[in-house]
């Protein structure tokens, strides 16, 4: 009584539940990671949330839950501008990979080549360099928010300022003319 007769049904049923089961093999042989490495592995993101935000704090400005005053060197602020543009991404993934310490910084950030892989290593590092590149746009909107600013504030002074001086003029305007109409009445003879 139904569209396709039971065999067919059982045929389209099979097919679907061998695809997937296809599919579900093929998607866990790409999967070599513990559930809790997965976790901290869905993005570069979460990775140095992870990984590296103890020290260096989740925004990247050196300012981790394990930076103290006594910490020295204290951890590097990957906002500043002017310092991730003197760094290469060869020096950036060296560090991640043999530690700071490769790359003659401070031996307590550790290597985490054996931990991560290559490919996160290099998607760290685009991270890191966002988060530098994010700053710049960020002070880059800041400076040309203060001259809108400026302009606004200006215009709105400039505004207020006429306001005043139209206000005061017809004030002074309509006084004098009230003074005219008295001084007209009493020089006009009764």
């Known amino acids: 009584m139904g569209y396709f007769p039971t065999c ?6 099979g097919s679907f539940v061998l695809l997937g089961a296809l599919g579900g093999i093929a998607t866990a042989e790409n ?29 990247g400005k050196g300012d981790g839950t394990f930076f103290t005053i006594d ?64 700053e710049a746009a960020n002070t880059a909107v800041a400076a040309k928010e203060t ?7 200006s215009a709105f002074k400039s505004s207020v300022r006429w306001l005043f001086l139209i206000v005061i003029t017809l004030a002074l305007a309509i006084g004098a003319i009230g003074e005219w109409k008295k001084l007209r009445k009493e020089s006009l003879p009764r």
Not at 31 to 59: A, I, M, N, W
């Open 8 to 13: 067919k049904k059982m045929v389209i049923i």
């Open 31 to 59: 999967l070599d990671f513990s559930p809790r490495e997965q976790v901290f592995l869905l993005s570069p993101k979460k990775t140095f949330e992870y990984y590296c935000s103890p020290c260096h704090g989740t925004k």
């Open 71 to 134: 910490l020295k060197p204290k951890p590097r602020n990957f906002l500043d501008v002017e310092y991730m543009k003197k760094r290469t991404d060869d020096q950036l993934i060296k560090s991640i990979t043999d530690g700071s310490k490769a790359v003659d910084k401070s031996n307590l950030c550790p290597p985490w080549g054996k931990t991560l892989s290559e490919k996160r290593i290099k998607e760290l590092v685009a991270y890191i360099r966002g988060l530098s590149t994010q």
């Open 147 to 153: 001259v809108v600013e400026v302009k606004k504030s």
